[in-house]
């Protein structure tokens, strides 16, 4: 039998993303809450969008750090991105 697995909700807002060369606002979704992460090895994943220059630079860098709206910071690893996509994939955690 096949294990069903629970849909994340999505958590959408704006945010400062931080890395070399860049400290500048974005949109982002995240699957799950991040108010639940702890530390320790568990990973929330979501996508930034910004102009794909910055998507790209992102990706690119490998990992930044994003700033929520509530002030809350944590630490990306970025994961995907596709050339002249507006969108970059990334895993985060404290």
Same mark, same amino acid.
């Given at each position: 039998?096949?294990?069903? $697995?629970?849909?994340?909700? #999505?958590? /959408?807002?704006?945010?400062?993303?931080? =890395? @070399?060369?860049?400290?500048?606002?974005?949109?982002?979704?995240?699957?799950?809450?991040?108010?639940?992460?702890?530390?320790?090895?568990?990973?929330? $994943?979501?996508?930034?969008? #910004?102009? /794909?220059?910055?998507?790209?630079?992102? =990706? @690119?860098?490998?990992?930044?750090?994003?700033?929520?709206?509530?002030?809350?910071?944590?630490?990306?690893?970025?994961?995907?991105?596709?050339?002249?996509?507006?969108?970059?994939?990334?895993?985060?955690?404290?």
């Amino acid at each position: 039998m096949a294990h069903a $697995r629970k849909k994340l909700p #999505a958590f /959408p807002g704006t945010g400062e993303l931080k =890395f @070399r060369g860049f400290n500048g606002p974005v949109a982002y979704e995240i699957l799950g809450d991040p108010s639940t992460l702890r530390p320790g090895p568990t990973r929330l $994943r979501g996508s930034i969008i #910004a102009t /794909p220059e910055i998507a790209q630079a992102a =990706f @690119r860098e490998g990992e930044a750090e994003l700033t929520l709206e509530g002030g809350a910071a944590y630490r990306l690893v970025m994961l995907g991105h596709s050339s002249g996509s507006e969108v970059a994939y990334f895993e985060m955690r404290i």
